[in-house]
């Protein structure tokens, strides 16, 4: 059965296609009662759990009730708060809601995968956010692989660190998130190497780690023979086995290996490649991550304020993908090129600026010991 889902910042609680919005005590009772269920609370227990610094009358609660079964009548197949003479309230909340007769309808389940994977790939935050919270009224259920890339797409990081799930379905999200906040590179690619030796890592988590994943980190280390070595082979296999769709990355990561190389016509060369390139796959991800390399491009030729607004927009662009790695991938790669060219530069302080800001909201700190000790005990335990 769906969740109740609350909204917080907004004093909103949604549940299918119906939002209820409330007011700031309604909202806190609603909460306490839901959290709750089938419990009778008199007036004076609620009065103290909602309203305990305050002085209100046995008449706030009575108000409150009246107006929140008002406003809850849209979710009544769901919930209802009932009177229980001489008592009190108590909510109750329906364990068994009716099914969508598509629930089981195969096609239905093929065609959301369908949709799913083509707004993935073009970037479409807004219609993945969409279908996940009417799922119920699609008729379709999402599966731990599409979870796992919505929590991961929002930021939701802590989502991956409950015990809910098989550290397997996770593991590869895990290790993004770590590579973004863990300054040693060196420490990353040790785990990415790891579990390209684990079978139990799903194909598809292990495909994109062997292709890309481990090259990006190969440059950021300086390996750069043997990131050339892996380029190759990630292209030839790419090419072979016709993952069109890795091609524009693959591209934008040769990037980062040509600016490394420090070799203008092969830099201007490639530049004008994946913009071509980009042309034929117009995914919004990797049109912002080009609008970042134009930005590195511009920074490398002395243009730092053009540098500047091409960082800014392609920032704009992953906040409209809702792509949140999207923005620390960035700012990684903002900051490693600036360090590498010019780390005088006043840009390098207004991004480690934006860099903090984005550790405190997201809580590196915690994250990171907290994936570490997950990974160490998953993939360097002995055999």
């Known amino acids: 059965m769906e969740k109740l889902k609350w909204i917080d910042h907004e004093l909103k609680v949604k549940y299918g296609a119906e939002e209820v919005l409330l007011l700031p005590k309604e909202y806190q009772l609603l909460q306490y009662l839901w959290e709750r269920p089938f419990q ?6 609620l009065l103290d759990a909602v309203w305990s610094m305050e002085n209100p009358t046995d008449r706030t609660i009575d108000d409150h009730i009246y107006r929140l079964r008002k406003k809850l009548r849209p979710l009544a197949s ?13 909510l109750k909340v329906e ?5 969508s ?7 239905v389940a093929s065609s959301a995968k369908v949709l799913f994977h083509k707004y993935h790939l073009y970037g479409q935050g807004k219609a993945l956010k969409v279908l996940e919270e009417n799922q119920d009224i699609f008729g379709f259920e999402l599966d731990v692989e599409h979870q796992c890339y919505l929590h991961f797409m929002k930021g939701d990081f802590e989502w991956f660190l409950k015990d809910e799930r098989s ?20 420490k990353s690619l040790h785990y990415f190497t790891k579990a390209l030796a684990e079978e139990k ?3 598809a988590h292990r495909t994109e780690i062997r292709l890309l994943n481990r090259l990006s980190l190969l440059i950021f280390t300086k390996r750069l023979s043997e990131a050339e070595n892996q380029l190759s082979a990630s292209k030839k296999e790419i090419d072979d086995r016709g993952l069109h769709n890795l091609y524009p990355l693959t591209l934008l990561t040769e990037l980062y290996l040509v600016f490394l190389q420090n070799d203008k016509p092969a830099i201007e060369k490639k530049m004008k490649e994946v913009g071509e390139t980009l042309e034929k796959y117009p995914f ?8 970042i390399m134009q930005g590195i491009h511009c920074f490398w030729n002395h ?3 053009k540098a500047d607004r091409f960082f800014q927009e392609g920032f704009k662009l992953f906040k409209e993908a809702k792509y949140i790695p999207g923005l620390m991938i960035s700012l990684n790669v903002i900051l490693f090129f600036i360090q590498e060219f010019r780390s005088e530069s006043d840009l390098f302080s207004i991004y480690q600026e934006m860099w903090r800001d984005l550790a405190f909201e997201y809580r590196f700190s915690e994250l990171k010991s907290q994936i570490e000790y997950q990974l160490d005990v998953h993939l360097n335990r002995k055999k």
């Not at 007769?101 to 096609?107: R, S, T």
């Not at 550290?167 to 060196?186: G, N, V």
């Open 95 to 99: 364990e068994q809601v009716h099914q």
């Open 201 to 203: 890592l799903p194909g």
């Open 40 to 45: 009778v609370f008199s007036r004076e227990d």
């Open 78 to 90: 769901l919930l209802s708060i009932s009177t229980v003479r001489g008592k009190g309230y108590l």
């Open 167 to 186: 550290f397997w379905d996770t593991c590869y999200y895990l290790m993004h998130i770590y590579s973004y906040i863990q300054p040693d590179k060196e």
């Open 303 to 305: 243009e730092e304020d």
């Open 101 to 107: 007769p598509l629930a089981e309808d195969q096609d």
């Open 284 to 291: 919004s991800r990797e049109q912002a991550t080009f609008l």
